[in-house]
C-alpha cells in the first residue's frame, strides 16, 4: 500500500516551453502533497506543500508564478514550470501524506527534467 | 528550527567491510520522527526506518542496523557486511509535529561499495 507514482519519469524541453508533471497516490487519498527538488548531488530541497482543495504554500526563495502546483483532489497533484529555463533543470520529487500517518510521507520515483 | 547534519558527504568501503553513517539532528521539540532513505542512481527514495524520539531501542534488520542516541542527538546507521548493491546516496531526516511534520533531510553521504 501507499504508492505514489509521477509523470513523466523523464521529460526534455525547449527553454521557454512549460512543462507539467503528476503526481497520484494510487491506493489511498493524500491530504497533503509535497514537491522537492533535487540538483546533482545535493539534497532534497522542499518547494512546496499543497492541501487538497486549497493553495500551495511555498518555502522561501520559489516563485510561485514559475512553478504553479494544483492538487484538486486527493489523489492528483501538479506541477507546471512556466517558461522554463536550463537552471530549472533538476529533479523534481513529490511526496503524499494521508490522514492516518501525520509523521510519514510516500515518496514518488522522481521527474529528471532537462531543459535545452 | 530543524537541523539534520551528515557529516560525511563520500564513504568508499571494499565489499564486506561495514560501514557506519553518521547522522545528528537539532530541534527543540520533544517529540520527532528519525528516518533514513536510500537513494540509487535511479533516484527514487527507499524508505528504511522510521523512529519517533521516545523509542530509543537500537534496531536490526538484517544487515542493517541503527543507533539511536538522544543524549548526543545521533542516529547513526550501519551497514554490516557491505554489498556493491548498497551502493547509493543515504539521506538522514527529521520531522516534529510543531513543524507540521515537514521532512528537513540531511546533505547525505554517498556510499560507494568496491568489490
Known amino acids: 500500500g501507499a504508492v505514489v507514482s509521477q509523470h513523466p519519469s523523464r521529460v526534455i524541453c525547449k527553454s521557454g516551453t512549460s512543462v507539467k508533471i503528476e503526481c497520484r497516490s494510487l491506493d489511498f487519498q493524500a491530504t497533503t502533497m509535497f514537491w522537492y527538488r533535487q540538483f546533482p548531488k545535493q539534497s532534497l530541497m522542499l518547494m512546496a506543500t499543497?492541501?487538497?482543495?486549497?493553495?500551495?504554500?511555498?518555502e522561501q526563495g520559489v516563485e510561485k508564478d514559475k512553478f504553479l502546483i494544483n492538487h484538486a483532489s486527493l489523489t492528483l497533484s501538479t506541477l507546471t514550470v512556466t517558461s522554463a529555463h536550463p537552471e530549472d533543470s533538476s529533479f523534481y520529487i513529490c511526496s503524499a501524506r494521508g490522514g492516518w500517518a501525520d509523521n510519514e510521507q510516500f515518496f514518488g520515483p522522481g521527474t529528471r527534467l532537462t531543459v535545452l | 528550527a530543524q537541523k539534520v547534519t551528515q557529516a560525511q558527504t563520500e564513504i568508499s568501503v571494499v565489499e564486506k567491510e561495514d560501514v557506519t553513517l553518521d547522522c545528528v539532528y537539532e530541534?527543540?521539540?520533544?517529540?520527532?520522527?528519525l528516518f533514513w532513505y536510500k537513494q540509487p542512481p535511479s533516484g527514487e527514495l527507499v524508505f528504511l526506518i522510521r523512529r519517533n524520539s521516545f523509542d530509543e531501542q537500537n534496531e536490526i534488520s538484517g544487515r542493517y542496523s541503527w543507533n539511536f542516541q538522544k543524549s548526543t542527538s545521533s542516529f547513526n546507521f550501519t551497514i554490516t557486511a557491505s554489498q556493491v548493491v548498497d551502493s547509493a546516496v543515504y539521506f538522514c531526516?527529521?520531522?516534529?509535529?510543531?513543524?507540521?511534520?515537514?521532512?528537513?533531510f540531511g546533505g547525505g553521504t554517498r556510499l560507494m561499495v568496491k568489490p
Open positions: 531526516a527529521l520531522s516534529t509535529n510543531n513543524a507540521g511534520n515537514m521532512l528537513t
Open positions: 530541534t527543540r521539540d520533544t517529540t520527532y520522527y
Open positions: 499543497s492541501n487538497e482543495g486549497s493553495k500551495a504554500t511555498y
